[in-house]
């Protein structure tokens, strides 16, 4: 696995859901259909989840 990083060359909005699938191995429109249903179902708060990623990754 590599380090968890923004990826910004396959961003949408900020790069977290692309980090994120480059650093699992799973396809990025995966994760951010998992991140779109999560807000919808309200599971948590992956809104703040998704910022907090931002600004603490690079």
Do not use: Q
């Not at 380090?3 to 949408?12: G, S």
């Not at 790069?15 to 990025?28: E, M, S």
């Amino acid at each position: 696995m590599s380090r968890l990083t923004l990826d910004k060359t396959n961003k949408k909005i900020l790069g977290v859901c692309a980090g994120l699938a480059n650093w699992t191995g799973i396809d990025a429109m995966i994760i951010r259909l998992i991140f779109a249903a999560a807000t919808v179902v309200g599971i948590g708060s992956p809104i703040l989840i998704y910022i907090l990623l931002a600004m603490i990754l690079d």
